[in-house]
């Protein structure tokens, strides 16, 4: 049966993306993996689609959906081949754009947000950076008053997905050293600003069809209708952010990890060893049932979350018990898979090793694991 | 408000719970705090509870009547009640008085409404949904646990239609009070699982005596030994079809396992709540033990397994009341939230330090009667097997 977060219209919606996914970007995957990038067309043909704002209404071309169809295309996009893509394109639609419908004015929505749901215009999100991630109160690039109502921004910003190739960015910056956590600021920078530079591309163990980089902003002067939401509340605003990034990253991750839990055990069922499938070893069939059961507990969180979140609650708590918790499992898993393979999953023609790079960036990014668990403690009152 | 946002506000709590199972879940809550809480640590001393009269209270309150209809004395059928009302007994403070009424809500009156005719519905399960007879269900022996295939009491048949049997029952719990006992034996031996029958037992038969174990947890619970040495029931005792015993069997496997998970992640839960309480009174080097970031980010892993183990719990729980098939998924929620509860047991007894060691403290109970959880309905190892084979493993 459907989990309650989901109707027929959802999996119908499941069912054309995964289309379009083993058709059309499945085939290509290994080769951005090597090259490492994939190309901008992939925007454009997802926005085409619709698939690049299902929950934004329909007035700024989106879908008028909820969680549910978010966490499918998630879900989905992980039968790509190649995390990264799946990364980029969450980015873009599930983290960098909801702060513009919903703190944005009209006119910024209708000059970033609808372009970007189109896949017209590719849009990174600055929020980390060397010296604070998520450590968001320690974020040191600056936004001052230029005195004619406009704005100086200066900073360093990094591991910025979409970064080397982004139209815009959704930039968290200090406005005021002096307020706390009152002092943050959001605005929209065009990429093309005099000033914003891509000091390099990052390489990466995994996601390496996604590019990231490392931004510098040197006195990037922007005028006053690129504030973002409003001055001295980027802190709350990003917090909030943060929660749609949690969720849709680990809907994305336990998908992944369930498909290569379901190429092993194939590969489980015909790998012959000591004269049997190495799966009906029962130490083997217990591994597969100890999986199965942790990533069906990981998914039924993430979906839970998302209903609860559906339903009026701002369930801050349960989101960050589903990443920690899916991220966990989803790397214990792709281990155990790799385990399973063997030499075949050490050597890179399987893919396993893939799943099994891209895995980890989850209880890294988004918030770490450790991040993840003081969010849950203070929420704990602990 | 949009179509959408109309749906969701639509849908019950987790998909599963109404405004009335709220209201259900407040009126149980309040029983358990009142009439069994305040007595768990005196019953646990004990080694003992007033069986007679809580199980008669219990069946006033509604405890054992959600699955039946009103003709039986029933408030249902509703799973989800019953599903809560688990969840609640847990409150009690002592597992083995929470085993002893759930044993009874959810094993042979069970088995007699599913597979019983009218006449032993009118007999077994009405005086045991008002808590007038206690019942237990005595699959398990010394040699066959999990491995029900393998069990080796025997009915025979003898003259007028009746039976005779013989063999060993062991870990029953209620066994040692039981008013009446659902016994599975074999009445084929050598057509293995197809030649399991089950009968109804009355206390007082002629050949049929119990004996109550001491055990490590679950203290006030009167787990038996139940021996039959030419014992004899008549025709009418046999319990469902001829040679189908095995079916039936596993049929309930499904809701006494589901029950076991839930009854897990509520343990589970009040002992982190416990755990939580004592470190924030406890102070160490100038600080509630809690504060420490070792065990902050404990507690929140704790809090976070449970959360799944819940969510896990709750897709079981769906399905069951849908009315598919949730071998698999009924079996993953059992091990992970029973493996789970104990887990979180012996953390809270670690954070308790000596106190936890000493049996002043509530914490070594929740320790001793959650190790249960992993053997208990099936062990882990039986769960994994399964889960495994579901999937032609």
């Known amino acids: 049966m459907l989990h309650p977060l989901f109707t027929e219209e959802h999996e119908q919606l499941r069912r054309s993306v995964r289309q379009f996914v083993e058709s059309e970007l499945a085939p290509h995957a290994q080769e951005w993996e090597r090259e490492g990038g994939f190309p901008d067309w992939v925007f454009k043909r997802m926005g085409d689609l619709g698939f690049m704002g299902v929950r934004f209404p329909e007035e700024y071309g989106g879908q008028g959906g909820d969680w549910g169809h978010s966490i499918v295309i998630a879900e989905e996009m992980a039968r790509c081949g190649s995390g990264g893509v799946g990364m980029a394109i969450a980015v873009q639609s599930e983290m960098a754009t909801p702060p513009i419908f919903k703190f944005g004015t009209e006119a910024q929505k209708q000059r970033y947000l609808v372009p970007a749901i189109k896949g017209e215009k590719i849009v990174c999100l600055g929020i980390t950076e060397p010296n604070a991630g998520s450590d968001v109160a320690g974020i040191e690039t600056t936004a001052r008053p230029d005195g004619d109502g406009g704005w100086v921004i200066n900073g360093r910003k990094i591991f910025i997905t979409n970064g080397v190739r982004a139209d815009f960015c959704v930039l968290v910056t200090r406005n005021d050293k002096e307020a706390g956590h009152h002092g943050f600021s959001l605005f929209l920078v065009d990429t093309d600003t005099p000033g914003f530079e891509v000091s390099r591309k990052l390489d990466k163990l995994g996601m390496r069809s996604s590019d990231t980089a490392e931004l510098v902003l040197d006195d990037v002067r922007v005028p006053s209708e690129q504030l973002l939401g409003e001055q001295g509340h980027g802190f709350v605003e990003i917090m909030w952010e943060l929660q749609g990034e949690r969720l849709i990253g680990v809907a994305g991750s336990v998908a992944g990890a369930w498909l290569v839990f379901d190429r092993t055990m194939e590969y489980a069922k015909q790998r012959m060893a000591f004269g049997r499938p190495i799966g009906s070893f029962q130490v083997n069939r217990h591994k597969f049932a100890t999986m199965a059961t942790e990533l069906e507990a990981a998914r039924q969180l993430t979906y839970d979350t998302a209903l609860a979140w559906e339903r009026g609650e701002y369930p801050v708590q349960q989101i960050s018990m589903a990443k920690l918790y899916g991220g966990l499992v989803a790397n214990r898993v792709m281990n155990e898979c790799l385990q399973l393979w063997g030499g075949m999953g050490y050597a890179t023609e399987t893919g396993i090793d893939r799943a099994w790079r891209d895995a980890r960036l989850l209880r890294i990014g988004g918030g770490t694991d450790e991040v993840m668990r003081e969010v849950i403690a203070k929420t704990m009152g602990l | ?393």
Not at chain 2, 90 to 119: I, M, N, W
Not at chain 2, 249 to 254: K, P, R, T, W
Not at chain 2, 306 to 313: F, G, K, S
Not at chain 2, 360 to 374: H, I, T
Request: proline share 4%; net charge negative.
């Open chain 2, 1 to 393: 408000m949009t179509p959408s946002a109309a749906r969701f506000a639509a849908i019950p709590q987790a998909g599963l719970f109404t405004a009335d199972h709220a209201e259900l879940r407040d009126v149980i809550r309040q029983w358990v705090r009142r009439a069994l809480r305040p007595h768990a640590e005196e019953w646990e001393r004990a080694g003992d509870f007033p069986y007679r009269e809580v199980f008669r209270e219990a069946g006033l309150v509604g405890i054992f009547g959600a699955k039946y209809e009103p003709r039986y004395g029933g408030t249902g059928p509703d799973l989800v009640a019953d599903a809560l009302i688990t969840e609640e007994l847990v409150g009690c403070g002592a597992g083995g008085v929470a085993a002893a009424l759930g044993a009874h809500k959810d094993l042979g009156p069970y088995y007699v409404s599913r597979f019983g005719t009218e006449q032993q519905r009118q007999r077994y399960l009405i005086p045991a949904v008002a808590g007038e007879r206690i019942c237990a269900l005595a699959v398990t022996e010394p040699g066959a646990g999990s491995d029900v295939a393998g069990i080796r009491t025997r009915a025979e048949r003898i003259g007028g239609g009746g039976w005779r049997l013989s063999g060993t029952k062991t870990f029953i719990t209620n066994g040692s009070i039981a008013d009446f006992v659902v016994v599975a034996a074999k009445t084929e031996p050598e057509a293995g699982a197809h030649g399991i029958s089950l009968f109804v037992v009355e206390a007082g038969t002629a050949g049929f005596s119990a004996q109550r174990l001491d055990m490590v947890g679950w203290r006030t619970s009167h787990t038996g030994e139940l021996v039959f040495e030419g014992c004899e029931v008549p025709a009418d005792a046999l319990l469902g079809e001829e040679h189908q015993g095995f079916g039936h069997i596993m049929a309930n496997f499904q809701w006494e396992r589901i029950v076991m998970a839930l009854a897990a992640v509520a343990a589970a839960r009040a002992t982190l709540d416990l755990a939580i309480s004592y470190g924030r009174e406890r102070k160490a080097f100038g600080r509630p033990v809690v504060k420490f970031q070792v065990w902050r980010h404990r507690l929140a892993d704790l809090a976070t397994e449970i959360e799944a183990a819940r969510a896990l719990t709750y897709h079981a729980l769906r399905k069951i009341v849908a009315g598919e098939d949730a071998v698999r998924e009924v079996s993953m929620a059992k091990w992970l939230a029973t493996e789970l509860d104990w887990k979180v047991a012996d953390e809270a007894l670690q954070m308790h330090g000596g106190y936890g060691y000493m049996m002043e403290y509530p914490v070594q109970r929740a320790w001793r009667d959650a190790r249960l959880g992993p053997i208990g309905g099936g062990s882990t190892e039986i769960m994994k097997d399964i889960i495994g084979r579901s999937f032609g493993l």
